[in-house]
Structures are given as structure tokens and as C-alpha cells.
């Protein structure tokens, strides 16, 4: 099984064996693209450059699909999280359509590369459903459903759903679909490698030197390249596009029902958040799969609490026979409504990001796949400015800049507590974890299922915020910017690049 940024499993990553790669690398080599990240978009990018005549090597810290993309429920559509409303009023109605466009290639492209590579990933066409529950909700979908028409999406008007749910109005765009996540990657990970290409896994990028060419420096060895793609959601570092995204996370169960009548369509309700609903069949076995309960990263006390709405709003709604995965996964939403893909801010040569995709990742990643691929080889292409990351309006006093955190203030280097002491004072059951003010510092404790104790510093390391306990996956969250660490601080998914600090504890009371 695959290990993802969380101590939940998902649907996706259960019985799939970790990637292995089977060309190596060459710190000689001078490549032409070095992509930052194993998930949907670096892997999809990375190969559409290969086959166009570019020398690529993929840098993951942990293994392919470790973070969102083992982690999504991979639906693939045109009808996006953000209503085409709202992109018609930010961005106005040809921009729309060309944003409508966009997607519709990009679906296109994956049904092109499951063809094209033979790729086993369970690919299947899917309508949408979007309905409504109230007279508001019913007067938003009928401006959602002009807008769709404005834009060019196949929209109608439906009288009923695909699952039994009370509704008042409902509207079904076609051309929508649904697959296997991991094992599209896997499948186009291979084509890559067939292609020439190299995936390195476990290792870190540590910084970057963008002089006389771009050296990227990993602790496997440092590479050169002509240009570098951030796919890792957001840029390590420190940059401007931390402050134009938030993270949030979602959560999901899978689970089988009694009657069998697995539902093959895409549905999604019109709360805020909302509820997005669809089946999987997975080696002849179905799911269904519902997902919602949405929050800002970090911001809930008592993670936990999402699964149980969840699991109420889906026995309210299904014949339940078990559940059987339950997992939470992270995404960024832009400030505007539209991903941010193109020239990372402040760097306007050979430095690329594509982030802030919203609830949408696995369109958006084959949109950023061709829009990078088209910049890197130097074609003309309407979404370049669409997408711009560089149409972020700067804030006052802050400079557009890309900086990794090489020099981290390490508080408590030297100094330790008294075991005894803090876990009296902390309360923890095995598995619990809080952070405390203790002798006027503030303290991560996290105390595991042998009742050891451990003790990190709570200030994250990409920009200083304190992380919060997420005791679903059992992770360190920060909710500033959506750095995810382990129980005893350990880097899962950035911004940070390096780990929180650890704090010594001793056990200082002899008992007789």
C-alpha cells in the first residue's frame, strides 16, 4: 500500500504498491525541465514534455501520489466549484468560455492518454447533477444554468436525480467523467519512463540557485536544469502565492449499500460547503463515495467531527451496508476563483507554479499539464494571462520573492522539560494531542498509543504561524498556509521545507 500525507486510508491507496521507478538519475545531466512533485500534475506535465523532445527528471519527497492525488475523489469537470457566475463577474463571459474550454481539453486529454498508453484506471463518462433544496438555492441554480449555456456547457434542466434525495430543481451537463486516480499516475508514469523520463522518489528539494541556469539542490545531489515546474500544490518557501491561497481540508467515506443501486452520475448538492456524491468500481467491486464537511485547514478544534456529519448526512440518504475507508484530504482555494499556473511571482524566467485549484484538482492538473507544456515551449496560448500567477496584486510592503527557510530558529535547543511535569499538566490519553502554555512556552505534546510522550515546537516553519492538532489524520496543520507535519514534526506537504523542532523531555522524578 501507498503511504499518504495522513494516517487515514484512502480508497485509492489501498493495495496499490508503491511506484517503482526504473531509470536513475544523473547529477551529470543537465535537464531541460525539473518538475517538483509526484501527483497528478507533475507526472501529466512531465510526460507531455518528455514525448515533445525534453529531458525531464520528477523530484518527490515521499513516493507518487502521496499527497491530494491519493487523497481526491477524482471527478473530472466542467462544471467547477467555482460557479461560472462568478468567473463571469471576476473575470468576464469570454474569459469564462475560454475557462470553460480549457477543461473540456483537459478531460479530453485524459481520455486520450488512457487510450493512447492502454491505462487500466476504471476512466468512465459521467453526467453532473447540481440541484437545489430551497426557493434561494433554486433561484442561484437558475443563474448557474444560464451561465453554463453562456459558456458553452451541454446544460439542461432535469426532473430527477440519480440518488434519492429531495430536491426542488436540478440541472444535468453532460461530458463530465470519473476514473481511478492512482492508477491513471501509475499508467502515465510508466509512459513517461517509457519515454525517457526519470522519477526520482524520497527526496526533499532543499533550495534552489537561480543563477547562470537553475541548480536544484536535494538530498540525493543537486541537478541543473533549464527550467523548474512547482506541481506540489504550493511553492516551498516562502512567496507571494502563500498569501492569494487558503488551505482546506475535505473529507470522504466509501462505502457499499444494500440494495445495490450504485449511482454512475456525479451529484453534488448547493450548501456551502457542499456535498459531492458519486460510485467507483474498483476490481469488479463498487463504492459509493460521498464527500463534503469542508473547513479551512486547521480551524476546527475536533477533526473528527466532520466524519461524523458526514456519516449522518450519508445514512440520512443511502441504505448503508458498511463503510469502509474514511479519509480527509487537502486543497487550496485562490482568492479569485481561478488556479494560479505560469511564472511563479518574481520569477519571470524558467521558474513555473501551477496552485490554488480549488476543489478541482484533476481537471485543473491536465489544464496546468498543457498550459506549461505550450510556455515551455514557447507556443501562444489564450490561457497564459487567464491563469497568470502574476495577475496577484501585491500587498503593501511585502516583496515578491521566493525564499527557502535555511536559517529556522531553533527556541529550545539545550533546554528540556520534565516528563512528568508535562504530562500532568497536559491530561493526554494515548493518541490525544494539544498544544500548551507551560513555564511560559508554548508546547506541541503528542502522546501515542505506548504512552510515550512527544514534544515539538508548535511554530511552523515556512512562516511562523503554530500549527493545530488534526487528530483524523493524526497530523500538525497549519492553517496559515497548509504546512502538514507528523506527530513528531516531520515535513509531510509544504510550504515548509523543514521539520518542526523537536523538544527534549526527561523523566526527572525517581519513583521508590
Known sequence: MIQRDGTCTSLWQDHIPVYQPVNDPDIQTIYDVVIVGGGITGISTALLLQKAGKKCLVVEANNLCFGTSGGTTAHLNTLLDTPY???????????????????????????????????????????????????????????????????????????????????????????????????????????????????????RVNGIEDTDGITVETENGNFRTANLIYATHTPPGINLIHLRVEPWRSYVMAFTIKNKKYAQELVYDMYDPYHYIRSQKIDEKEYMIVGGEDHKTGAIANSEAGFLRLESYIRKHFDVDEILFKWSSQYFEPADGLPYIGHLPGHPGNIFVASGYGGNGMTYSSVAALLLRRMILKGESPYVRLFDPNRIKPIAGFTTFLKHNVDVLKKFIGTWFDRERLEEFAELAPGEAKVVKYDGEKIALYKDEHGELHAINPMCTHMKCSVAWNNVEQTWDCPCHGSRFSFEGKVLTGPADHDLEKIEVKTLVEHD
Do not use: M, W
Open 85 to 203: 457566475t462568478t468567473i463571469i463577474k471576476n473575470f468576464g463571459k469570454e474569459n469564462a468560455q475560454l475557462v470553460a474550454t480549457a477543461t473540456a481539453e483537459a478531460i479530453d486529454l485524459v481520455r486520450s492518454h488512457i487510450a493512447d498508453y492502454g491505462i487500466d484506471c476504471e476512466f468512465q463518462e459521467a453526467p453532473a447533477y447540481l440541484f437545489s433544496q430551497t426557493q434561494e438555492q433554486s433561484e442561484e441554480l437558475h443563474e448557474i444554468y444560464e451561465a453554463c449555456r453562456e459558456v458553452g456547457l451541454d446544460v439542461s434542466y432535469n426532473l430527477s436525480l440519480p440518488v434519492n434525495i429531495e430536491f426542488e430543481k436540478a440541472i444535468e451537463v453532460r461530458g463530465q467523467a470519473k476514473f481511478h486516480p492512482v492508477k491513471y499516475v501509475y499508467g502515465l508514469a510508466k509512459a513517461f519512463e517509457d519515454a525517457g523520463g526519470v522519477i526520482l522518489q524520497h527526496t
